[in-house]
């Protein structure tokens, strides 16, 4: 693990922060917490459980700009970072609707921030991750709602979301198949006890989600961080690194 520099989107809330609370917690790495606002997360700098010899650096990446990822790895290129080793694609939003009533507008706004931004993160750190040692990751945080197999699980009215999991999935297997160094995953990471998480339970009519932020986080980091390129790449994940989703 030493030496080891990891990008995560939507670092400041949500799953995004339960893995950078993981990882900022391990010594001797560099933490790139990727926020729409960095102003309003400064207090991850000095997190108290901070590992050993382990940096974080804040930079911004608002995942509805078709510019920021680009601009933030000039950002951290020249705050010293010349190599990223696995890169975390967690910002998302959901929002509930049929096909018959979402307006174009907002269907594109939600394609473009879980879909179109995860291409748009790939190409922007793709010279980072060619200069990690070998193998670097590309980690998306994908739902079971993009499953087109387990569609009839969930028969609610999130066209946008659904579909722009979907499309990240291809997205993120196209990305693994066209790099023999690159390990690539999807990973339902379970109901969440995060506002996204929670609201989502209360539309299975459960009171809250059933996975606490720590232990998903722990579950996540484990398939990162454990998978190889042979076994383990271009595959979707469900919760643990034993269990795939179906597509």
């Known amino acids: 693990m030493s030496g080891k520099t990891y990008l995560i989107t939507g670092a400041g809330r949500g799953i995004g922060r339960g893995l950078f ?3 900022v917690a391990l010594p001797n790495v560099t933490v790139i917490a990727a926020v729409r606002n960095v102003e309003g997360v400064q207090g991850l700098l000095s997190v108290p459980h901070k590992g050993e010899n382990t940096k974080v650096i804040i930079t911004k990446i608002d995942s509805a700009s078709k510019t920021d990822p680009y601009d933030a790895v000039m950002d951290i290129e020249a705050k010293g970072v010349h190599h990223i080793d ?4 967690s910002a998302g939003i959901a929002k509930l609707n049929t096909i018959e009533d979402i307006p174009l507008e907002e269907f594109e706004e939600v394609l473009q921030v879980n879909a179109v931004s995860v291409m748009l993160l790939y190409k ?13 990751r590309f980690t998306f945080i ?11 699980k ?52 459960l009171d809250k989600a059933t996975l606490t932020l720590e232990e998903s986080s ?21 919760e643990t ?3 795939i989703h179906p597509w």
């Open 21 to 23: 609370d993981h990882y």
């Open 86 to 89: 696995v890169v975390i694609s």
């Open 124 to 136: 922007a750190t793709l010279p980072l991750l060619r200069r990690a040692p070998h193998p670097a």
């Open 142 to 152: 994908s739902a079971a709602g993009g499953s087109l197999n387990d569609m009839p």
């Open 154 to 205: 969930y028969p609610y009215p999130n066209v946008s979301y659904a579909g722009s999991k979907a499309l990240a999935n291809v997205l993120v297997v196209k990305m693994g198949k066209e790099n023999d160094w690159l390990i690539t995953l999807c990973i339902h990471p379970g109901l969440v006890q995060t506002d996204m998480g929670n609201a989502g339970a209360r539309a299975f009519g």
């Open 218 to 238: 722990k579950n996540t980091a484990y398939i990162i961080d454990n998978s190889t390129k042979e076994e383990h790449s271009e595959k979707f994940f469900n």
């Open 241 to 243: 690194i034993d269990r």
